[in-house]
Nanobody, 126 residues
Framework: QVQLAESGGGLVQAGGSLRLSCAASGRTFSMYAMGWFRQAPGKERELVTAISRNGFNTYYGGAVKGRFTISRDNAKNNVYLQMNSLKPEDTAVYYC???????????????????WGQGTQVTVSS
């Protein structure tokens, strides 16, 4: 089992940057594929980006490709989301999620993830 805690959210102007962190408990972090999701008011939770357990494979949603970067540090039990060129439409609660997986692949659907953090609010003002 793993517990996840996001941090780094806040209020930023359009065009600015934020770096989110997700700290995971436990000693088997490298066994988990990780994902960042977001949910805006009145909308469904959507996948932002995902990374495989070894960090070699990544996926980005079309809305963030070229602006966001996911990375992980298995030695520190952390996954990161660097968000650049932020837009007001990026405003949402951002969640990290974990899926125990033997294969080094990304996991792309909400239903597949086993563990979720509490979320961190990101607000981008225009």
């Amino acid at each position: 089992q793993v517990q996840l805690a996001e941090s780094g959210g806040g209020l930023v102007q359009a065009g600015g940057s934020l770096r989110l962190s997700c700290a995971a408990s436990g000693r088997t972090f490298s066994m988990y594929a990780m994902g960042w999701f977001r949910q805006a008011p009145g909308k469904e939770r959507e996948l932002v980006t995902a990374i495989s357990r070894n960090g070699f494979n990544t996926y980005y949603g079309g809305a963030v490709k070229g602006r966001f970067t996911i990375s992980r540090d298995n030695a520190k039990n952390n996954v990161y989301l660097q968000m650049n060129s932020l837009k007001p439409e990026d405003t949402a609660v951002y969640y990290c999620a974990a899926k125990a997986l033997l294969l080094p692949k990304t996991v792309l659907t909400t239903a597949e993830y086993d563990y979720w953090g509490q979320g961190t609010q990101v607000t981008v003002s225009s």
